[in-house]
């Protein structure tokens, strides 16, 4: 099932307005909670793919058993894209549809799993991190490259990582989750430490860089785009 999404009442319309709601909802991310033990209990990934000429975007998220990593359940959201794109601000592009796809998933979520960042953000305030403080759930980001921060190369095994700097203060890890395999770049979002951020990272990747978590809502998302754009 998929759910339409409308851009909500009062979405932020500007970067001003967009950073402003950056500032005010940064300071109830909570950094001091462990979040749930990894490989336990539920785990979701959700991701969002575009079509930026017909203005649409569609988001998906996939919820996994963590030991296993069956899916257990699934929901897609489709809605029109609700922000211009702007570095630093992509968030706004995608919590609505993001949200809608959390809403419609017959059960609770656990701990997300977004393709992104979290603390691992200029402003210190990522997708991941933005999600986990609007719904209250732990949250980490698992992105693809290092955004705008320094780091050392890990060591070449599974499992090795290295800080990803800001001004000198560690603001995420570059994670070897393959051995000789360009590592992942992981950030706390809400409610889990780094330490904790990592070990379910690893606990995602046994077999592919890339979490399972974001590997299936990647697909998912582009089944829906798909879907949304192809209709008669």
Not at 76 to 99: D, H, K, M
Request: hydrophobic share 45%; net charge negative.
């Amino acid at each position: 099932m998929t759910t339409t999404v409308r851009v909500p009442a009062g979405w932020p319309a500007t970067e001003e307005e967009a950073r402003a709601v950056q500032d005010e909802l940064r300071a109830r991310v909570v950094l001091d909670e462990p979040g749930p033990p990894p490989g336990t209990g539920l785990v979701t990934g959700v991701d969002v793919a575009y079509d930026d000429e017909l203005d649409v975007v569609a988001a998906a998220a996939v919820v996994l058993d963590a030991a296993s990593l069956d899916v257990v359940a699934e929901a897609t959201a489709v809605g029109r894209v609700s922000f211009p794109y702007v570095s630093g601000l992509l968030a706004f592009r995608e919590i609505p549809t993001v949200l809608a796809a959390l809403e419609a998933l017959p059960r609770p979520p656990g701990l997300v799993v977004c393709d992104g960042y979290g603390l691992a953000h200029p402003r210190r305030f990522g997708l991941a991190s933005h999600l986990g403080v609007l719904t209250g759930l732990p949250t980490i980001g698992v992105a693809k490259n290092p955004f705008a921060f320094t780091h050392e190369d890990p060591g070449a095994a599974r499992g090795s990582a290295s800080p990803l700097l800001a001004d000198g203060d560690e603001v995420g890890r570059a994670l070897r989750t393959r051995r000789g395999v360009k590592p992942v770049f992981v950030s706390v979002g809400h409610r889990v430490t780094l330490d904790d951020a990592c070990a379910h990272t690893l606990a995602l990747t046994p077999r592919f860089r890339l979490p399972e978590t974001t590997r299936r809502a990647d697909a998912l998302c582009r089944r829906a785009l798909q879907e949304a754009t192809t209709r008669p």
